[in-house]
Structures are given as structure tokens and as C-alpha cells.
């Protein structure tokens, strides 16, 4: 599992786009993981045949743990002998690259030369397990022709201490494994697929796998391949009669939109993992840090939404996403620009303010997964169809599961628009290191004073939660005020630039 993010620690495997027995390719994508809230793709760095997927979907893994090895089909004899004796030499699982192999994506890539094999001593342990018959190929040679049925592994126990401190992926030797940066514990030793005395079935390590996976005896499945070899379709169909499992439960969803309830159960616990982990933690860590200050301010936004109508129509903005959010994205940063200390963050190590002069606009978005803040990166440089192009963007990405770690980070103010929901304003909790955090209210006609007359008007209310360690109740509400005075004479956006 490697570090996706910036000092990232576990990832959640969301999903497998591979199976044990899939052949792979240098670069292709196995699998889709989730940290720091954000989904990204993992490519395999070798090619070859999926060997083994060490952990199940739905599974939170720590950075640096194997998660998939792949047989590539090419063993050396110093891989055996690091399998079986544990030296330390070069292996497919070493954390360092050894001499001669180029560094790739994750892990590293096959090794320039290779070594004369060696024949496969018997072991004790190897002939209780599986006792040959006399003319048996386990004791050939490895000159053996080409005739003989190709090794698997035994299936025995894996120590946990076997485990590679480092990188995605490990190669599978044949006849052979290796052991922790070559003088760890021995690997599985491997040994024909052929029946033995006392009359092992026939099938490949995947489908034995794959049987192990279901809970299917292999001694029970009718063959159905050649000489009697069973086969995926051979399991899967001694499984079908099995019960399903009970479907697990979305744990980065809230319980209402992703649990499964049973029938007449009374309560359903969800696992805290996922983007509802990360979340509860920034959480925790921003309100019990910075002292929250919340402001708020109802005004009259009838002006901007008739702008917003009219540039709709402007061909020169056709394909343009107008939007209110748009309008209150331009209405914060110019407020920011007339009070800039707005956009700034406090650090506690070195007891100074950080003053930004420059604004990564941060944006709540509501996903499947949970909610996701990623960021436009200088927003305050960006001109209005830039912006909208951005904005539109930026939530299509995050509804799709496909922000990145890098948009998530670094940004300075956050906006978060809860009217989407019908709701009239909240108090928004800072986004961690962020000084402010606009929440935006439902807009709909209201009775409002207009011109000395009750009039039916456009109308929102803005909360502004900021950091009080370097904000202060002025600082705050002429940030709060500036941005309403935009909405309600949109013209300002002109007159104040």
C-alpha cells in the first residue's frame, strides 16, 4: 500500500478490479482505494498473473503492507534460497532495491540477471503434507522436461512477521518464496499439482484460492476440466447453494442513507472507517482547537438573482454554468481582497499568524462517500466563466469519487451551501487550518421591506464561522457584511474592483 497522499497512514480498499488468476500488466489498475478522504486508482508495476490478493474489499490496510503479489513467472535461485533459509539476498519482496533492478511506480521491477536453479530439497514438513509416490515428479530435478505439471504452493500458514514492510506489490517465485527483506521467516514451500497418496484434487492456486474464499471443499466439486482439473465455474457452482452473506453496511455513509436494516432489528451499528473516520477526526480536532465565533446576516439577493438570469442569456457566456454559488464564490473573495486578514491560519508551533496572499477556495461537497472540501487553487485570480468552469468541475469530480488528496489540501476559506437541503443557515465547523467558513442559506421569496413598501423579494441568510485566536468580531463582520453588500448590489463587483 503506498502513501497516495502527504504522510498518509491506512487506506481503505474500496473495491478489486482483479482477481487471483487475471493476468496484469505493467501500469494497469487493480484496484481502487480511499484516503484522506479522496478515491484513487493503484496500477500494478509488473506484469504477470495475479497470484494472490491478500486483502478483501472493505478492508482499512496500513502503508507499507503487501496487498496483492503477482506471479511473474521468472524465479532465481537466490529468491529460493532467501524463501527457504531465510539469508539475506535478493528477493521480490526486499524493501531496498538490490543491484541491477530499476525502480517503478510502487516496489521494483524484475532483476537484470538471473542464476542457475537449484533442485528443491525434501523437507519433513513437505512429506507429511504431501508424500510422493515412488517415481513421484516432486523429486526431479529442476531439469526436469518441460512435461512435468507446473508447482503451486502448499497452503501453509503465512506468519504475520512475513509480511513486507514496504511497497504495493510482491512477485511470486515458483518453487520458491522469500522472506522479509531476504532474512525473514521462510516462505511457503511449493510442491506439484498432482494427486498424492491421499488423493488431493486437482486444481490451479487460484482456484484453490478462490475455494478457500467461498468455504468450498475442493474434495466435494465435481471436475469438470481436462484430466479431471477442477475449474472457477466448478466452484462457483458447488457454492451457489450456499446462503448469501448478509450485504455489509456503506460505513462512510451516514446510517439513515447506507445501512442495511434487518427485519425487525431494533438498532444497526456501522464501522467508523472511511471518508465518516477522517471526518470526525478533522472535526473533533477543529472544534475542541480553534474557538468557533458565528455570525449572521439576512439580505435581500433579488438584484443578483436577476443578474444571474441575465447572463444566461449573454451568448458570450453560452456553455457557461451561472449559478448563485458562482455569485457568492465572486461576492467572498472580493471581501476577502478588502479584508485580508481574513486569509490567513494559525500556527501553534511557532505562535504566528500566517497571512495567505493568495485564496484556495475550498468547497463542501455532498457525496455518496461523505463529505468532500476540495479546492479551487487561486481562486482570487480567476475570472468569472474561469470560475464557473472550476466550480462545475470541481463538484462533478467529487460526486464521482474522483478527487485527488492534492485538491483536498492546502486551502484557505471554505464555502458551504446548505440551501441546497432547504435549510436556512447552520453553524459551519472550520475546515482544519482555515481561519473562515461561509455557510450559504436556502434563497426564497419573503415579505421584505423594499422602498418603504412590503415587497415579496429574494432573500438568503450567510452565516460566517472564523477562528477567534486571529480573527477578531470587527475582522469578522466586515468580512460577513461586505460579501452580503455584493449580493444585494451586485454591482459592486465592478465599483469595488
Known amino acids: 500500500m503506498p502513501d497516495v497522499g502527504e504522510g498518509l497512514t491506512e487506506a481503505e480498499i474500496l473495491s478489486w478490479y482483479v482477481q487471483p488468476g487475471d493476468t496484469v500488466t505493467d501500469g494497469q489498475v487493480v484496484c481502487e482505494v480511499e484516503t484522506a478522504k479522496a478515491a484513487v486508482e493503484l496500477p500494478i508495476p509488473y506484469d504477470g498473473t495475479v497470484h494472490e490478493l491478500r486483502f478483501p474489499a472493505g478492508t482499512t490496510v496500513d502503508v507499507g503492507q503487501v496487498i496483492i503479489s503477482v506471479d511473474t513467472g521468472g524465479g532465481t535461485a537466490a529468491a529460493e534460497e532467501a524463501g527457504e533459509t531465510g539469508d539475506a539476498g535478493e528477493t521480490a519482496e526486499t524493501g531496498q532495491a538490490p543491484k541491477g533492478r530499476q525502480p517503478v511506480l510502487v516496489g521494483y521491477g524484475v532483476a537484470e540477471s538471473s542464476t542457475r536453479r537449484r533442485p528443491r530439497k525434501q523437507t519433513a514438513a513437505g512429506s507429511a503434507q504431501a508424500p510422493s509416490a515412488p517415481g513421484s515428479a516432486q523429486a526431479a530435478p529442476a531439469s526436469a522436461p518441460a512435461s512435468v505439471p507446473a508447482p503451486v504452493p502448499v497452503a501453509v500458514p503465512v506468519p504475520e512477521q512475513s509480511v513486507p514492510e514496504r511497497g504495493v506489490a510482491e512477485r511470486v517465485v515458483p518453487n ?50 481436462p484430466d479431471g482439473i477442477i475449474t472457477r465455474e466448478d466452484v462457483h457452482a458447488a457454492a451457489a447453494p450456499a446462503p448469501a452473506p448478509e450485504p455489509e453496511v456503506a460505513a462512510d455513509l451516514p446510517v439513515t442513507a447506507g445501512a442495511a436494516v434487518t427485519a425487525g432489528a431494533r438498532e444497526t451499528r456501522v464501522p467508523v472507517k472511511g471518508v ?6 478533522a472535526m473533533v480536532g477543529s472544534a475542541f482547537t480553534a474557538p468557533h465565533v458565528t455570525e449572521f446576516i439576512t439580505v435581500d439577493v433579488t438584484r443578483t438573482m436577476k443578474l444571474i438570469d441575465g447572463l444566461k442569456s449573454d451568448p458570450d457566456l453560452a456553455g457557461v454554468r451561472i449559478n448563485p454559488l458562482l455569485m457568492i464564490a465572486r461576492a467572498l473573495l472580493l471581501a476577502i481582497r478588502r479584508n485580508p486578514g481574513i486569509n490567513a491560519s494559525w500556527d501553534e508551533a511557532r505562535q504566528e499568524i500566517v497571512l495567505k496572499h493568495y485564496v484556495n477556495l475550498g468547497i463542501a461537497a455532498a457525496t455518496p462517500r461523505g463529505l468532500l472540501v476540495p479546492n479551487i487553487k487561486d481562486a482570487h485570480t480567476r475570472t468569472l466563466p474561469e470560475l464557473a468552469g472550476d466550480l462545475a ?81 470587527e475582522l469578522g463582520s466586515r468580512v460577513l457584511a461586505d460579501t452580503a453588500a455584493v449580493l444585494e448590489q451586485p454591482k459592486r463587483l465592478i465599483t469595488w474592483t
Open 276 to 281: 465518516r473516520k477522517a471526518t470526525a477526526q
Open 393 to 473: 468541475e470541481l463538484v462533478t469530480t467529487a460526486r464521482e469519487g474522483r478527487t485527488t488528496p492534492a485538491a483536498m489540501q492546502g486551502g484557505t476559506v471554505t464555502i458551504t451551501n446548505v440551501g441546497v437541503f432547504g435549510i436556512d443557515t447552520g453553524t459551519p465547523i472550520l475546515n482544519p487550518g482555515e481561519a473562515a467558513i461561509l455557510a450559504v442559506g436556502a434563497i426564497g421569496l419573503r415579505p421584505w421591506v423594499h422602498k418603504g413598501k412590503v415587497k415579496p423579494r429574494q432573500v438568503t441568510t450567510l452565516a460566517l464561522s472564523f477562528d477567534h485566536r486571529l480573527v477578531d468580531g
Open 176 to 225: 520458491g518464496g522469500s522472506g522479509l527483506n531476504g532474512h525473514g521467516p521462510a516462505a511457503p514451500a511449493a510442491a506439484p499439482d498432482v494427486p498424492t497418496a491421499g488423493g488431493r484434487p486437482l486444481a490451479k492456486p487460484p482456484v484453490r484460492k478462490l475455494a478457500k474464499d467461498l468455504g468450498v471443499d475442493l474434495a466435494t466439486v465435481v471436475p469438470s476440466g
